[in-house]
């Protein structure tokens, strides 16, 4: 959209923050305070990832990677939702929409 202006939440990861990284200019990063998993829903989504498949043995990169596609396929929206809904966050995002 010609003129829309967007704003992109990023945690403090060092990969975030590439001094070669090129950001349009309607675009703004905004990054969350250090060490602060609670303000990024998807950490627990990761977490949740991560153990089921971190601590096992896998012949191949091949076989990790088809491991986590199985994983990911048995996520359910509800199953998603309970992971990553924060309360005060659906509760902020509905009065931003009212």
Avoid: C
Avoid at 72 to 97: F, I, M, P, Q, W
């Amino acid at each position: 959209m010609p003129g829309a202006t967007g704003a992109l939440i990023l945690d403090n990861g060092q990969f975030h923050k590439a001094k070669k990284l090129s950001v349009p200019s309607n675009v703004e990063l905004t990054f969350l305070p250090p060490y602060s998993p609670e303000l990024n829903p998807v950490e627990r989504l990761w977490q949740d990832l991560k153990d089921q498949v971190a601590f096992d043995l896998y012949e191949s990169l091949a076989a990790l990677r088809q491991e986590v596609r199985s994983a990911v396929a048995t996520y359910t929206e509800k199953a998603v939702a309970s992971l990553t809904g924060y309360e005060y966050l659906a509760n902020a995002a509905d009065a931003l929409s009212s």
